[in-house]
Nanobody, 128 residues
Framework: QVQLVESGGGSVQSGGSLSLSCAVS????????MGWFRQAPGKEREGVAI???????RHADSVKGRFTISRDNAKNTLYLQMNSLKPEDTAMYYC??????????????????????WGQGTQVTVSS
C-alpha cells in the first residue's frame, strides 16, 4: 500500500522560509512523477512543482525562483524548499505521485486527477 506523509508546514512571516518533506512508502514502480500541489481556501487545487525520476523539474510561474522541488531517491522522500514566502502562498500543501507516466511530467502538471496517490496535506500560513 502506497503512503505519502507530508511534514514541515507551519506559520511564518512574509519573506521567511519553510521546508516541506513528503515520505513515500510502499511504492515499487520504477517510473513516476512526483509533485507538490496546494489549495487555498475557496480556490482550486493547483500545481506548484513536479519532478521525475531522473530529476527533471518544473515549477509554477508563481513560485519560480522562490521554491525548489527535489527528491532523495535513497530516502524515498520528496522535498519542497520555499523561500521568500508571500501571504498568497498560504494554502494546504499536498504531495502526490503519478505512477508509470506515459507522457512527460509536464503533461500531468495541471492534470491533478491523474495522480493516483496523495498525502493528507500540511498547512502553510504566511502572514504579512
Amino acid at each position: 500500500q502506497v503512503q505519502l506523509v507530508e511534514s514541515g508546514g507551519g506559520s511564518v512571516q512574509s519573506g521567511g522560509s519553510l521546508s516541506l518533506s513528503c515520505a513515500v512508502s510502499g511504492y515499487t514502480y520504477s517510473s513516476w512523477c512526483m509533485g507538490w500541489f496546494r489549495q487555498a481556501p475557496g480556490k482550486e487545487r493547483e500545481g506548484v512543482a513536479i519532478i521525475n525520476r531522473p530529476g527533471t523539474t518544473r515549477h509554477a510561474d508563481s513560485v519560480k525562483g522562490r521554491f525548489t522541488i527535489s527528491r532523495d531517491n535513497a530516502k524515498n522522500t520528496l522535498y519542497l524548499q520555499m523561500n521568500s514566502l508571500k501571504p498568497e502562498d498560504t494554502a494546504m500543501y499536498y504531495c502526490a505521485v503519478k505512477r508509470n507516466p506515459i507522457y512527460t511530467c509536464d503533461y500531468y502538471f495541471s492534470r491533478l486527477s491523474m495522480f493516483e496517490y496523495w498525502g493528507q496535506g500540511t498547512q502553510v500560513t504566511v502572514s504579512s
